[in-house]
């Protein structure tokens, strides 16, 4: 399908070639099917965790939730067939909560959804020494520890769906025993400031849900979850998907935008 539908002016990414990369292009080509690859993963472990039904095709893997989790649709490929596209209708048409769908390769139209959509830059980072954090940065490895970064991270994507709060509804405890999930923490004077998730799947690295609460933001808690969460991805490639104000943080750490993903909402 065309992608035919409108964007909004602030959402436009400048895409980078190959040839802007030549020490590494693999990686830069291969960034959007490994986005599509590693977000279905992560959603995978969400869902699993979670209780919830997924379900996997050939061109996208669907989770479903509940009234507030909703029902979120990864696809992974450009070319929706008719009964794929009609599945895809259906599910987001029967969903009891809000509807989330990410199109990486921005080749299919769910303006029929009725949903809004815009577009964020796909980024990419080669393998490649890290820095260390200005602040401490941990792996979540206790339920209180994984509770306070599902609050960091509801507050500071404004999360609503997920309020009031219910200590693991967003992270259930078993989110870090899932292959490849890891979740980290940023300290600084004893209060926690930043999390952030990350996956490794299939040779590439991500980062999910990077962020610092209201009252700790312009601290540099940002940039130490990503050094944090980073250095144990050192010598893969990393992949994520930034928002207008991350990326000026992602491009300062070596990352470099090459295409842009389509996200559709329908909140």
């Known amino acids: 399908m065309a992608n035919t539908w409108q964007t909004t002016p602030d959402a436009r990414v400048e895409v980078r070639s190959r040839q802007d990369h030549p020490d590494n292009p693999t990686a830069f080509d291969d960034a959007v099917i490994r986005q599509a690859r590693n977000s279905a993963a992560f959603w995978a472990a969400i869902g699993n965790s979670r209780g919830h039904e997924v379900v996997r095709r050939r061109s996208f893997l669907a989770v479903l939730g509940g009234k507030r989790a909703g029902t979120r649709i990864l696809l992974q490929e450009p070319d929706l067939d008719a009964h794929e596209l009609a599945e895809v209708t259906e599910l987001a048409g029967r969903s ?58 509801i507050e500071g994507f404004e999360l609503t769906r997920f309020t009031p709060y219910r200590p693991g509804e967003m992270f259930p405890t078993t989110l870090t025993e899932q292959p490849g999930v890891d979740v980290f923490l940023a300290v600084l004077d004893g209060d926690a400031v930043g999390a952030g998730v990350t996956v490794v799947h299939d040779g590439f ?63």
């Open 205 to 267: 690295g991500s980062h999910y849900w990077v962020g610092t609460p209201s009252a700790h933001r312009s601290r540099g808690a940002g940039r130490a979850v990503m050094l944090g969460s980073l250095a144990p991805m050192a010598n893969l490639p990393v992949t994520l998907t930034a928002s207008r104000l991350g990326r000026p943080l992602y491009e300062s750490l070596g990352f470099t935008a090459v295409t842009p993903s389509t996200w559709w909402s329908s909140q």
């Open 96 to 153: 009891t909560g809000p509807v989330d769908a990410e199109d990486p390769f921005s080749s299919t139209d769910l303006s029929h959804l009725g949903m809004r959509n815009w577009q964020m830059p796909i980024m990419v980072r080669p393998p490649g020494p890290v820095p260390a954090p200005a602040m401490e940065v941990f792996r979540v490895q206790r339920t209180h520890e994984l509770q306070t970064a599902e609050q960091i991270v």
